[in-house]
């Protein structure tokens, strides 16, 4: 495992140069915005690599919690279980339902990363790993939606002639980013033995409150038309392949990031548990 | 009466009185909104027909500063003597504190609420022009919201270094849906204009309790327990 982490860190550099190569080269300018518009090769691998992260935090959280208690942990494989299915047969039972873009198979795929993850994550990590991963994926999220959030001014400045508009995806990427920003606050603050009870709770809440945000917003914002509308339309496939790629640059970079964050977590730990481990032996060596 | 409802039940009973007697957190509470209302009144002209559209914001955003002065102070008092330490060990459930305690909030933001309505209407002169009936289930939706949530993230915030910052910090983002959908009912039936309704507010409103009530009661256990 030592041996893969540099390999893996020299494929990530040849990936993310390549990438970028891609972009700011390869990748046709844009009619309209020109090469402003290159900025979507990083803007849109940060967020989707965000919300990843974001979804990992929410499962190693719930997965803390339940993993507690044996009964709750066989409950909580059935309801995952159950809700795959019902996200594989729902969008082709309810097809007029979906909104004008969503194809069911996108949904079914969503579906089965979910109970994929869920139960790869129960694989690899044990009860106490689960919160070192739900740590790591909220610090890496939050630097990715960080990017996110920099970098959409940045470019609809130039575009949109504003910095910032209060449109239903920027609220929502911004209210997402509060509520993971309290979640590291909370992990700083609070002592140490209570922190991954704490911190798993307000990340499920976190996520229980993600929808009601994005509904709530899509709806307040529908209300009142905005001026400005980005452009719409369908994308170049030359576009997208360059797209794809920096996506897949950023995901092994997260991976990687998150790999050594993780790393320092348990080596942390390690030192901690293992100096409170003398401290407990100590007397009984002076004593003999 | 059942055991859980009969522990609730003191527990509420007990922080009314103690409420009653010593008014520490409605005075402050009400302290509190009242400065709140007098600073906003310097931002903008409270007088200009305007004002009208944020008036709903501006009244939430009074009463969730000043219930978080409330909320701060739910579970200190339980601090002293040990008493929440007393509380993990005996076999009484969790969730009957929690809905104790829920309620009491409810209680003194609810008489916040009542006492400064009418300060509201007198200063920003506020009319009503649409259904004022539905202002009823938006208080009662609106002042659960913050308060359900409000009781769990004060439990939370209980076990971190400087609690009384932690609380804000954590329910703020949280509430931002609510708060949200509270601001928007609200306004809309004081504007009152025929074309939007605030019916879908306060859905939203509801279903928001719902979830976190019910995101509460399975969690507030787990952390009232968290060693």
Redesign the interface.
Known sequence: MKKAFPILGLLTAALLSYALYQALVVAPTEQTMGDVQRIFYYHVPSAWTAFLLFFINFLASIQY?VR?DQKTDTIANWVVIALGVLVCIAPYAFRTLLPAGVYPSSVVTTGIVFVGLYFLIKRLFSEQQTDMLALTTAEVGVVFCTVVLVTGPLWARPVWGIWWTWDVRLTSTL?LW??Y??YL??RR???S??TP??AA??A???A??VP??Y???W??RT?HPQPVVGGGGSIDPRMLRVLLINWVAFLCFAFLVCWSRYRLERTKREVEETQALEALLEPRSALR | MSAPTGITWATLTKDVRLEWRSKDAINSMLFFALLVVVVFSFSFDPEAEESRQIAGGLVWVAFLFAAVVALNQTWARELRNQVLDAYRVSPAPANSLFVAKALGNFIFVSVLEALMTPLFIVFYKLRVLGPAWQLIPVAILGTWAIVVNGTFFAAMSLRTRSREIMLPLLLFPITIPALLSMVEATTTILVGDPSTSAKFWIVLLATYDVVFTTGCLALFGTVLHAE
């Open positions: 919690l507690r209210v509060l509520i920003v309290s606050v909370l603050f609070s002592s033995g209570q009870v704490l709770a307000l499920v809440f976190g229980l409150d009601l945000v509904f709530s917003i709806f307040f209300q």
